[in-house]
């Protein structure tokens, strides 16, 4: 299991989010982000499930962003309790023996346990400040910080530049 990739999964569910008026939009996500096999199987229940955990997994973020650290780690414990683990040890499509989170059940539950999972150990593992909120306003889209040094301050490159020209256009009006 790749929990860094669950944890991208938790990102791209938040920022994409409100853009998932559907399930064909569910269903693209999904197959963008190699899940195919989910992809397939996703109903509207799933759809339900994932747009209200997608609610609790920005607020992480923004708590995260504020330096709220003792409510990031209570929040992700609640969500440990509702989505609890199931892994199952597999093999398929030539790899060796592998861990799976959850092979039972809706879709929407291994995705949940899957994102809640891969944030839980991006926290342990590299710390609470790897969570973070675009500062390129009014991007409000969330990232997770895997730089050696801790430097990220934005979404993507686009919002970076954005933020670039803006600064520097303020500095030529100061000047
Ligand atoms: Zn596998
Ligand atoms: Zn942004």
Same mark, same amino acid.
């Given at each position: ?9 938790? *990102? *791209? ?24 096999? %989910? ?25 995260? %962003? ?6 990031? &780690? ?6 440990? &309790? ?24 809706? *879709? ?28 390129? %306003? ?31 256009? %303020? ?5």
């Amino acid at each position: 299991m790749d929990l860094t990739s669950y944890a991208e999964l938790a *990102v *791209v569910l938040v920022n994409r989010g409100d853009r998932l008026t559907g399930l064909g939009e569910l269903r693209r996500l999904l197959e963008e982000h190699g899940r195919s096999a %989910a992809a397939e199987r996703v109903t509207r229940r799933d759809l339900n499930a994932l747009l209200e955990l997608r609610e609790e997994l920005s607020e992480v973020f923004q708590a995260a %962003a504020r330096g709220e650290e003792e409510d990031v &780690v209570e929040r992700i414990n609640g969500l440990l &309790v509702r989505h609890p683990v199931h892994p199952q040890i597999c093999r398929h499509d030539g790899q060796r023996w592998h861990m799976h989170l959850t092979e039972s059940g809706r *879709v929407s539950d291994a995705l949940a346990v899957g994102s809640v999972m891969g944030l839980a150990t991006v926290i342990t593992t590299l710390g609470v400040d790897r969570l973070g909120v675009c500062q390129a %306003a009014p991007c409000r889209n969330v990232y997770l910080d895997t730089s050696s040094n801790k430097s990220r301050r934005y979404c993507s490159e686009r919002c970076a530049s954005r933020a670039n020209v803006a600064a520097y256009r %303020a500095r030529k009006r100061g000047a």
